[in-house]
């Protein structure tokens, strides 16, 4: 009797396998022989689940998108504020030396898609950009039902992904601590769209 393989369960266990190995030798170093080597399978079987190495970091980077969401609900459960919960959403990639290489994969991700990234990459950008808007809509519209913040708080969504994203490289090229920029930046961000108490 022949043995039924779910493709998407053993992509996945391909990808788990490799999260290390990802982390410790980056994007561009990866290889397909180390993949395999990794995941116990020959270089053959890489390519009947994955269509290229980009392919597999896309869906290693997938998973520790997946943890780094459910860390976030579980922030934003237990926080009382849209202050809070916006920090949060800012602060995922600062929090711990595991978040730290995770976050030296991702600006090696920018760099490469900056310096000859392919349409593959333009693509999952685009599609974790929308998943990170819906998160911060979902905050954002939640604390303009409560009157907490005003309405035009909305225009800000793109702004927080240009702070975020600028951060990103902040830290690393003018050594800036993630944290307390953060803590500023939210701030003074409230400072300007809570709602005032009317007199």
Known sequence: MAIIV???EKRKNIALSCRSL???HGINDLTIAQIAKTAGIGKGTVYEYFQNKEDIVFEIITLFISEYEEEFFKKISQSDSTKEKIYHFLSLLYLNEETKKH?????EFIAISLMDGTE???QFTQLCH????EKLTMIIDEAIEKREIVPEARD??????LFSKGLVIDTQ???K???SEISRFVETLFKLIEMKEEK
């Open 130 to 133: 929308k998943n990170s808007t």
């Open 177 to 179: 601590n993630a944290q």
């Open 103 to 107: 976050l030296s994969l991702y600006r």
């Open 22 to 24: 990802l982390l410790e």
């Open 120 to 122: 593959e990459m333009e």
């Open 156 to 161: 800000l969504i793109p702004a927080l992904h």
């Open 6 to 8: 779910n493709k998407e």
């Open 173 to 175: 090229l003018l050594h």
